[in-house]
T-cell receptor, first 116, second 113 residues
Framework: AQKITQTQPGMFVQEKEAVTLDCTYDTSDPSYGLFWYKQPSSGEMIFLIYQGSYDQQNATEGRYSLNFQKARKSANLVISASQLGDSAMYFCAMREGMDSSYKLIFGSGTRLLVRP | KAGVTQTPRYLIKTRGQQVTLSCSPISGHRSVSWYQQTPGQGLQFLFEYFSETQRNKGNFPGRFSGRQFSNSRSEMNVSTLELGDSALYLC????????????FGEGSWLTVV
């Protein structure tokens, strides 16, 4: 069964430093996509970055990069130069069956707190 | 470009009542999915609609239903509300073809008392 695991319930990082949020996944489908979302206290889920299972290079979006290690089934999010506004919940999610349903399976999330 | 719009943002209902939540997807997006988020269960998939047809359904009781209109706007309905239905309900929109863009709205906070 598909599953997403985020083992860090909470993390601290100093402002301007980099931080890595861990995500491992389990699937038997060779075609899948991995997503990271940020959720501030307001509740909105903000899309950060996407990695497809067939993508050869790690995805990057501004200060966000995804460290994709397919053999280890991990898709860690790296945030460079942390800002106070980065304090939020972060969710890793997976989509299987890339040609049909847009159902996402979410991990339990990591709460990131950026210290000034 | 307008994002995913969910209404209402906050609502309080009494046990036994029903509620309807609305979601307007990003213009051009034909797939709308709904998720329930609670502290205990996390984020759980409710259902997905594409071109007015339910394409996938999560493991929720029949009290939870949804529909999609020809303009891609979607509604979800919960009947006979229970205290455990108190949650943040999130709507996501996508183009509907294979791709990597799934955007969420701000959510509807439902409290059942």
């Amino acid at each position: 069964a598909q599953k997403i695991t985020q083992t860090q319930p909470g993390m601290f990082v100093q402002e301007k430093e980099a931080v890595t949020l861990d995500c491992t996944y389990d699937t038997s489908d060779p075609s899948y996509g991995l997503f990271w979302y940020k959720q501030p206290s307001s509740g909105e889920m903000i899309f950060l970055i996407y990695q497809g299972s067939y993508d050869q290079q790690n995805a990057t979006e501004g200060r966000y990069s995804l460290n994709f290690q397919k053999a280890r089934k991990s898709a860690n999010l790296v945030i460079s130069a942390s800002q106070l506004g980065d304090s939020a919940m972060y969710f890793c999610a997976m989509r299987e069956g890339m040609d049909s349903s847009y159902k996402l399976i979410f991990g339990s999330g990591t709460r990131l707190l950026v210290r000034p | 470009k307008a994002g995913v719009t969910q209404t209402p943002r906050y609502l309080i209902k009494t046990r036994g009542q029903q509620v309807t939540l609305s979601c307007s997807p990003i213009s051009g997006h034909r797939s709308v999915s709904w998720y329930q988020q609670t502290p205990g269960q996390g984020l759980q998939f409710l259902f997905e609609y594409f071109s007015e047809t339910q394409r996938n359904k999560g493991n929720f009781p029949g009290r939870f239903s949804g529909r999609q209109f020809s303009n891609s706007r979607s509604e979800m309905n919960v009947s006979t509300l229970e205290l455990g239905d108190s949650a943040l309900y999130l709507c996501a929109s996508s183009l509907g073809r294979s791709g990597n863009t799934i955007y969420f709205g701000e959510g509807s906070w439902l409290t059942v008392v």
